[in-house]
């Protein structure tokens, strides 16, 4: 059953369905003068009429859904250069991401009597559009987005869309930081690596060890292999070569160790100069505390820095005062003392943020955290132009755009469990359930049913245009008044209006 209807379109792409184990993609014609793909229609044959859940964060338990997929294809978009959060910490445009990153989300709906939770969310769609947009201006940030975004609210916890909202409403919100490496942050990390777990051995002027002079050397050798990379990385810089190697530590070493270490005498003098070439400079700082963090930092109940050398934790106390944190130094006299991060959960977000140690095992146990995340003000919710977004899909639904907590289209990737991709298919492969009067008819008649509200849909909008020529929602209705069971509809279309009369 299918029609040529070429209406616009919220999306140009249509990514692969994730779980088609074979993708074929044919090279675009630039030349071509073929009109815009239709609308088809497809029946839907399955049995069943309605869908029920238990998210204590939706107001119904059961709902019916007409169609699925969408010919409204709205969409869940941000502008390209909305900075995102990954799980390293780092604060990159949605415009950048890519399907296989990881970032930092939590959950959609908490489980039942508890908190939502910080959880690490797969990106697993990603796809561009252009559609008229609205600018929300908070306290703190600002964001230009579709109007059906969803982002979450602050007092109740619950979903709203961007034009839903209003000044003075609350969201949910975490501090952003944008800072990206440079080399005096790449300094500041030598430093604090070297201080916090390396070894040096040179002076100036020192020559051969076969001239009687010491054995010189600089290593860091470590258990967890991303800081060793990024020392890499940071000295090819400064045109210190170095690679990483294994490490005999001994037979009482509990894991595997690998090291970065340096022999050459011209270069332990470069490395010299860079570990004395201390900054007064936040990049510097923000380097020193992530790489001494990589060192001898631990993220569990609390964030804590170790080490015997009071003195050295004096230091990095002072460094991490000029970037607004405040460490409370616990001295542990004949053993090695400790600086605690004071303040909540989301100061230790921020230090993340802020300085981007390497270590993902010891940000990792960020999740599993409950989401106590600080308010955010609403100050203003502007039109905007028609201008090119992102949408995304995530394994958790969620992420944090411009600090805000945010989520992602929720309907598109129910899609891709019929066969379908969850970006232009999801607009022009419309699944129509011809039968659902006669099927919920059946529902409301059997014995085992108790009367209570059934939302009309939960998933894509019931009043979509094929509606119009089909009426399958109006008859749905007219069940519903029948059997004289209340009904509640959520739709974007002006068509709700036909219905009136079946609603009153």
């Not at 992530?290 to 230091?315: C, K, P, T, W, Y």
């Not at 958790?396 to 891709?416: D, S, V």
């Not at 008859?475 to 009136?500: G, H, M, Q």
Request: charged share 25%; with cysteine.
């Amino acid at each position: 059953m299918s029609r040529p209807d070429v209406p616009g379109r919220g999306t140009a792409a249509n990514p692969p369905n994730r779980y088609e184990p074979l993708h074929v993609e044919l090279e675009p014609d630039p030349d071509s003068d073929a009109p815009p793909a239709p609308t088809v229609f497809y029946r839907d044959t399955s049995r069943t009429i309605l869908a029920e859940n238990d998210s204590p964060d939706v107001g119904f338990r059961f709902s019916l859904n007409p169609y699925r997929g969408c010919e409204h294809g709205c969409i869940y978009c941000i502008q390209p250069d909305t900075p995102i959060l990954h799980a390293d910490m780092a604060w990159r445009p949605i415009g950048e991401v890519r399907v296989g990153d990881v970032l930092f989300g939590f959950d959609e709906f908490p489980e039942p009597g508890q908190t939502r939770k910080f959880r690490p969310a797969v990106v697993e769609a990603v796809w561009w559009s252009r559609r008229p947009t609205v600018r929300l201006v908070t306290e703190q940030t600002e964001v230009v987005a579709t109007a059906e975004h969803r982002w979450l609210q602050a007092r109740n916890f619950r979903w709203s869309e961007t034009r839903q909202l209003g000044p003075g409403r609350r969201l949910r919100y975490v501090p952003v930081a944008t800072e990206e490496f440079d080399d005096d942050y790449r300094i500041g990390y030598l430093a604090g690596m070297t201080l916090g777990d390396g070894t040096f051995r040179y002076q100036p002027g020192w020559r051969s060890d076969r001239l009687g002079y010491p054995a010189a050397y600089w290593r860091v050798a470590l258990a967890d292999q991303e800081p060793l990379l990024r020392l890499v990385e940071f000295l090819a810089r400064f045109k210190v070569e170095a690679s990483v190697r294994r490490f005999n530590a001994g037979s009482s070493a509990r894991r595997i160790m690998e090291a970065v270490q340096v022999r050459s005498l011209p270069r332990l003098a470069i490395i010299h100069w860079l570990l004395n070439a201390e900054r007064d400079g936040c990049s510097y700082r923000r380097g020193f505390l992530a790489g001494f963090f990589d060192a001898e930092g631990h993220n569990g109940d609390s964030l804590r820095l170790s080490q015997v050398d009071v003195s050295v934790l004096e230091r990095v106390q002072r460094y991490a005062a000029g970037l607004g944190f405040t460490f409370e130094l616990e001295p542990r006299p004949g053993r090695a003392s400790t600086l605690r991060l004071t303040g909540r959960l989301v100061d230790r977000i921020r230090f993340f943020s802020t300085c981007r140690p390497a270590i993902a095992r010891k940000i990792g146990a960020l999740y599993g955290c409950e989401m106590s995340i600080d308010p955010e003000t609403v100050l203003a919710v502007e039109p905007g132009p028609v201008a090119d977004v992102v949408d995304i899909q995530t394994s958790t639904g969620t992420f944090f755009a411009a600090g805000l907590a945010t989520h992602n289209c929720y309907a598109r990737p129910t899609h891709e469990y019929l066969g379908f991709s969850a970006g232009l298919d999801f607009e022009r492969r419309i699944m129509v359930k011809e039968d659902a009067p006669e099927l919920l008819r059946r529902t409301l008649a059997a014995p085992r049913w108790e009367p209570q509200v059934v939302a009309l849909s939960g998933n894509t909008d019931c009043y979509q245009p094929v509606e119009r020529r089909l009426e399958i929602t109006r008859r749905c209705l007219e069940v519903f008044a029948e059997f004289r069971n209340p009904v509640s509809a959520i739709t974007k279309s002006a068509l709700v209006a036909r219905d009136a009369d079946l609603f009153a």
